[in-house]
């Protein structure tokens, strides 16, 4: 009866992945959705999370054809109400176009950080969080480099940090059924602040495999913020860029 129930199982879901993939080529429009938990939020190696762990929920959005994507992507955070504000959460919204010339992959976009109710302006020298980049990407076989620019103030860093940059160098190649290694080094520019005292590199060593029914990622992240910011606050938010082992969790429907 087991061999019975397994052969059947297995069938249906060759039958059902036959279905799903014909399904596909048929639509131009494909959508998916993901749900994720970490042990330490970190944009661009700071923890946004306190150093504790944050989940997060995503939707997204592309059409074959043209390569134009949109999507929406929210985490659980803490760094706001550290530094007095309010709210406890980042959603963020973006869109863009993919595509490929010549062997050389791209993409090009925007995206909107937006911290609901964060109330940072009241609190100066900090102002709103919500800030707003513009990206641009290129990538060759396993390799990607990326650049984002600030069209607004910085992440709640000051006035006139409009301006901020960050570009970063992405290496992930398959290293053994099916696990992928993750290198990554980027380097953030805060615009008009403290003669470039918020400048600093952040980098990452890591491995991801998918298991299907969820992927799994083990990393080391880190920066170098300690040493450029010389034991200076990092813009009212405290140190959070220390070296650490982070573990992530990731289901994509």
Known sequence: MKKLILASAVSAAFVGGFAQA????????????????????????????????????????????????????????????????????????????????????????????????????ALPPLVNANTTEVYTQVGYGVATLKYSYALTNFIGWGDNTDGSDYIDLNVNPEISDGYVLNLHVGKQRVKNYSNGLADYTDWKIGVTKDFGIAAVALAVVGTDADKTTSGYNFGGRGFTGNTKFIATVTKTF
């Open 22 to 121: 014909e399904e596909a080529a048929k639509s131009d429009h494909a959508f998916s959705f993901n749900v994720g938990a970490t042990s330490d939020y970190r944009f661009r190696g700071i923890s946004q999370s306190r150093r504790d762990p944050a989940i997060s929920a995503g939707i997204d959005y592309s059409n074959t054809p043209t390569g134009l994507y949109i999507g929406a992507w929210a985490s659980s955070i803490k760094w706001v109400k550290d530094n007095g504000g309010d709210g406890n959460m980042e959603v963020d919204i973006y869109g863009g176009k993919r595509g490929e010339a010549g062997g050389i992959a791209y993409d090009v976009g925007f995206i909107h950080y937006n911290y609901p109710n964060n109330k940072l302006s």
